[in-house]
């Protein structure tokens, strides 16, 4: 090979690497998250978690600590208030019935969130093919997802609610008295409701009731008035989907007296934490909840005062 030759090779290969090391530099970055969905199985059920994005909430303001922790505990875990909260939802096919618990928040918190549907498309399946909705409790990043463009999203759903939380959050009387700062609460639920309930599709449930073969609610008051978890079993295997028992996971794992600001009965809703921590960390089910991290699926196991949350493995379902 002569020098000449070898000299424009290294020249032509030196151009080349400038050129892709300068276009790969230039690419724009997304800083957006793909769809969120993870499923795994429960027995003969199929389970999905979706996503239904993050919201920023204040922590350092809304959780009543009578400790003081709340500083101490943001900094142990890496995070600053406003901490980045998730807003999970769960899909359950038992196959029989899609049924979907919880619906995030539609558009009543803003762009980061309202990603449920883009999630449950992402994973395989449609709107129209969800037979029944479980509502957890009536807050709007709950209940938001119920509507489209001002229409139902789920054209062929039943939705399911305890009476205690429909009673309460759909009656205009109570709207007209409700203080300024919660009105907001009563008129999410009320629009989000509408198009089922002229429809006829809302049916409220009055405490424990087994709902479809294998998924049963379980009253735990406190948070809201009528607020429920879901339980799921199939072939022996059990999970908990405890809505807003907790929403802090840096903290009320370790405290589970720590309460929060949206707590419509903080006696009543702290009673319900320790009860659901304490079954859970006893029994060894999964729990799975509405604002844990996503994919929000676990179990708990005592630690001292407190429970330590162990996350669900990433794997293929089976």
Not at 96 to 102: A, C, G, I, P
Request: zero cysteines; a neutral charge.
């Amino acid at each position: 090979m002569s020098q000449t030759f070898a000299a424009r090779r290294g020249a032509m290969f030196a151009a080349l690497f400038i050129t892709a090391s300068t276009a790969f530099a230039a690419a724009p970055m997304v800083k957006t998250q793909a769809p969120g969905f993870y499923r795994t199985m429960l027995g003969d059920f199929e389970v999905t978690v979706l996503s239904d994005g993050t919201v920023d909430l204040p922590m350092d303001k809304l959780l009543h600590d009578k400790s003081g922790h709340v500083p101490q505990s943001l900094a142990k875990n890496f995070l600053k208030a406003p901490v980045e909260t998730s807003v999970n939802t769960f899909l359950i096919n038992t196959g029989s019935k899609l049924v979907l618990v919880d619906t995030g928040a539609g558009v009543l918190f803003g762009p980061t969130v309202g990603k449920l549907l883009a999630s449950l498309k992402a994973a395989g399946y449609q709107p129209d093919q969800v037979d029944e909705i479980y509502i957890t409790h009536l807050h709007p990043d709950h209940v938001g997802g119920l509507v489209t463009d001002g229409k139902p999203a789920f054209p062929n759903a039943v939705v399911r609610a305890d009476r205690h939380d429909t009673d309460f959050w759909l009656s205009k009387e109570k709207l007209a008295v409700a203080p300024e700062d919660k009105k907001g609460y009563f008129q999410g639920a009320q629009g989000a409701f509408a198009g089922y309930v002229s429809a006829n599709r809302l049916k409220p449930f009055d405490g424990n009731t087994e709902l479809v073969p294998g998924i049963r609610a379980t009253s735990a008051y406190g948070h809201t008035p009528g607020h429920t978890t879901y339980v799921v079993e199939s072939r022996g295997q059990k999970l908990v989907l405890v809505g807003d028992i907790m929403h802090a996971q840096f903290i009320q794992f370790d405290d589970p007296n720590v309460t929060i600001a949206f707590d419509s009965d903080e006696k009543a809703a702290l009673a319900s934490r320790k009860a659901t921590f304490a079954d859970a960390a006893k029994q060894g089910y999964l729990i799975g909840a509405a604002h844990l991290p996503f994919p929000a699926l676990g179990h708990l196991r005592s630690s001292g005062k407190g429970y330590q949350f162990v996350a669900l493995p990433y794997g293929v379902p089976r």
